[in-house]
């Protein structure tokens, strides 16, 4: 039984390394490729044979992505399927432990090796950069310590996940309790509200202890490798050679300065429309007119022909490249049973195809993740031709600029889902989301610059620096009554948990996106000419010409956030005067 959505999909180039027979799934096959490309590269004499070698290798990562690929979307869309599930998790368990290593074995005889200083430049600047950075940054004695890393992520995701509460008759995960927070009804959605924040007081010792733990262990790594701070080393592990601890501190100043006079504005009007004496946490995610919710399509059929009509409007490459996506099924998008929740794009890196996957009801949201899923799917397909697998992805903070320009560049044609009226309810809907995102992310992002630069404090100064910054960036909700709640309000946030200093790129994703169609109110031409010859650039050049290629800059401080800002303003202004 094939589970895969999709039919048979050739590598888009032909194989010349990895056996056109092999299993992908069956260790002891693929080993000997790694035994030879180990050979090979300790043999290799001359530039020739060094870049042919690089580019074997690059086939075999690419092979072995779109296994594990393929095995993780027949899982996701097969949830019951226990076939399914057990080829995914023989992948997981049996190939990919055996993988790192052997990986990051080449890596080193990469970067050691003599003809590395023969490449030609600037084409394998990145590319050498990353490399020579991921092993350099290697200490043994962080293994163990990264595995106790993981563990503590486990404990507070399964802390986490076990919080409930009875309501209206039922035990309901926190998640499924964000719904009563649309309800119209003030007094249940107070209700709903206190009952969540209540349940998660409960958990707050522990999850301060798993602070306190991460924040030991994750300063060891760091001083292990050599840095002051964790702050510092994760700057580097992560890549960020093109902006610095300093630049995000400028731009979370930048958003108190610039932003949050907006947001207020957005909140007063909220508070107004709901002709309420104070704005509460649980006034925040109504309707501010009450109106049932907006309903763009009443199949996944009809949503796919209006996206598809979105993108004929836009540009005739990106409709070209949905019409594909169509035509080869690279696309499950309804909801149903027995499939994972969420949504993603996911790319088939030898077929160099993208798929999506997504649980379409007809609500507004879906709309926002069908354009902002194509816009990563763009991305895949405008990298097609580059044989470098490493540069056919490219750096999180530019992936979000293709994703998120995507949903705005599509908001201009979304009458296709509504009449006029609608229409600007989405599109104001929206960019209230998009501004009011900034405030937490400079929240997230600052609180864990001063979290790990100051390691040694307690938790009571945690907190109240913490405090200080929603005094910063909360805005005009009043919390009175509520201050505990509020000072540990962090806790649901995973990526401080899981994924340390993983927030700032949305932010500076979101601003390269405010721009790009900003040049598209201009010169829709040129604005998506631009997007997408950067888009074609993957990851081959670092991030300030990615943003330089879409005709954005790559900063974060207030002269470049102040006209983003006055032009989401006008056009706030005018969908209120609509
Ligand atoms: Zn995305």
Redesign the pocket.
């Known amino acids: 039984m094939n589970l895969l959505p999709f039919g048979k999909l050739p590598p888009a180039k032909p194989r010349s390394f990895v056996p056109a027979e092999i299993d992908l799934g069956d260790w002891p096959a693929i080993a000997p490729l790694f035994d030879e490309l180990e050979r090979r590269v300790k043999a290799a004499g001359d530039l020739p044979a060094f870049e042919a070698w690089l580019l074997d290798w690059s086939e075999l990562c690419a092979a072995l992505d779109e296994e594990s690929a393929r095995r993780n979307i027949a899982m996701t869309c097969h949830t019951d399927n226990a076939d399914a599930e057990k080829s995914y998790l023989h992948f997981v368990e049996q190939v990919e432990p055996e993988l790192k290593p052997r990986q990051f074995a080449l890596e080193k005889l990469y970067v050691a090796h003599p003809q590395r200083a023969n490449l030609p430049r600037p084409r394998y600047t990145v590319f050498d950069r990353d490399l020579e950075n991921h092993v350099t940054l290697f200490r043994p004695e962080n293994v163990a310590l990264e595995t106790e890393e993981a563990k503590l992520g486990q404990q507070y995701q399964k802390l986490i996940g076990a919080q409930t509460v009875n309501f209206q008759g039922g035990e309901k995960t926190l998640v499924q309790m964000g719904r009563y927070l649309e309800e119209p009804d003030r007094g249940l959605r107070e209700e709903a509200w206190q009952l969540v924040a209540k349940r998660r007081l409960q958990d707050v010792e522990k999850c301060e202890e798993i602070m306190d733990e991460l924040i030991q262990l994750r300063t060891q790594i760091a001083r292990n490798a050599g840095f002051d701070n964790y702050c510092q080393y994760m700057f580097r592990a992560k890549g960020r050679f093109d902006y610095t601890a300093e630049d995000c501190q400028r731009f979370h100043d930048a958003i108190e300065s610039e932003i949050m006079p907006a947001v207020r504005e957005i909140q007063k009007a909220r508070q107004a429309k709901l002709n309420l004496s104070s704005l509460r946490p649980w006034d925040l995610a109504v309707d501010p007119a009450n109106r049932a919710p907006l309903k763009p399509f009443a199949n996944v059929g009809e949503m796919v022909e209006r996206t598809q009509n979105i993108f004929n409007q836009l540009d005739a490459g990106l409709a070209a490249g949905f019409q594909q996506m169509q035509d080869l099924k690279l696309l499950d998008l309804d909801n149903r049973k027995g499939k994972a929740p969420g949504g993603y794009?996911s790319t088939l890196s030898e077929a160099r195809v993208p798929f999506i996957f997504m649980n379409a009801v007809g609500v507004q949201r879906d709309v926002e993740t069908i354009l902002?899923?194509a816009g990563?799917a763009f991305h895949a397909q405008a990298t097609k031709a580059e044989d470098l697998y490493a540069y056919r992805g490219a750096p999180i903070e530019f992936?979000?600029v293709a994703?998120m320009a995507m949903e705005l560049l599509g908001n201009e044609f979304i009458e296709e889902f509504y009449a006029p009226a609608e229409a600007n309810r989405a599109r104001k809907t929206h960019l209230e989301g998009v501004i009011g995102f900034f405030p937490w992310m400079a929240v997230v992002d600052a609180f864990q610059h001063w979290i790990y630069t100051h390691p040694d404090r307690t938790r009571a100064e945690r907190k109240a620096a913490y405090e200080k910054l929603m005094d910063r960036f909360g805005g005009a909700v009043d919390w009175s009554g509520l201050e505990e709640a509020r000072a540990y309000s962090w806790h649901r946030q995973l990526h401080i948990f899981l994924y340390p200093f993983y927030y700032v790129e949305y932010g500076i994703a979101q601003l390269g996106a405010l721009q790009v169609w900003a040049n598209s109110k201009r010169d829709k031409v040129k604005a998506l000419a631009d997007y997408q010859r950067a888009l074609a650039l993957g990851a081959s050049r670092p991030l300030p010409e990615l943003f330089a290629a879409a005709g954005c800059k790559f900063q974060f401080d207030e002269a470049t956030i102040n006209p983003l800002i006055q032009l989401a303003r006008g056009e706030l202004g005018k969908l209120a005067a609509a």
């Open positions: 794009q902002h899923e990563h992936c979000e994703s």
